[in-house]
Nanobody, 127 residues
C-alpha cells in the first residue's frame, strides 16, 4: 500500500517563508513512478491545486502562487518539497500533497486523478 507523509506546517507571519516536505513509499513496481502534486483546502471548503512536477521535469503552478512558491525534489530520498515565500493572509489553508502511480506524470491538478493523500499541513498566515 502506498503511503504519503508530509511535514513542515505551522504558523507564519505575512511576508515570511515556510517549506513543506512530502515523502511517498510503498511502490514495488519499478515501471511506475510517484506523481506528486500539492493542493490546498481553505477554511471555507474550497480546494485548489497549486503545484506539481511532470515527468518531463517541467513545473506547473497556480497563477496566484507563481514566482512565490517553488517545487523541488530529492530523488535519493523520494521526497518533494514546496518552498513558500512572501506568504500572504490569503495563503492561509491546509496544504496536502497527493500521489498517483503512473508510467508518466502529466502535472495535472485535478484532485480525482490522485489516489493517495498526505495527512495535511495547517498553515495559518498571521499579520
Amino acid at each position: 500500500q502506498v503511503q504519503v507523509v508530509e511535514s513542515g506546517g505551522g504558523s507564519v507571519q505575512a511576508g515570511g517563508s515556510l517549506t513543506l516536505s512530502c515523502t511517498a513509499s510503498g511502490n514495488t513496481d519499478s515501471r511506475y513512478h510517484y506523481c506528486l502534486a500539492w493542493f490546498r483546502h481553505y477554511p471555507g471548503g474550497e480546494r485548489e491545486g497549486i503545484a506539481s512536477i511532470a515527468t518531463s521535469g517541467d513545473p506547473y503552478y497556480l497563477g496566484s502562487v507563481r514566482d512565490r512558491f517553488t517545487v523541488s525534489q530529492d530523488n535519493s530520498k523520494n521526497t518533494k518539497y514546496l518552498k513558500m515565500n512572501s506568504l500572504k493572509l490569503d495563503d492561509t489553508a491546509t496544504y496536502y500533497c497527493a500521489t498517483e502511480l503512473a508510467t508518466f506524470c502529466s502535472g495535472a491538478f485535478r484532485p480525482d486523478r490522485y489516489d493517495y493523500w498526505g495527512q495535511g499541513s495547517q498553515v495559518p498566515v498571521t499579520s
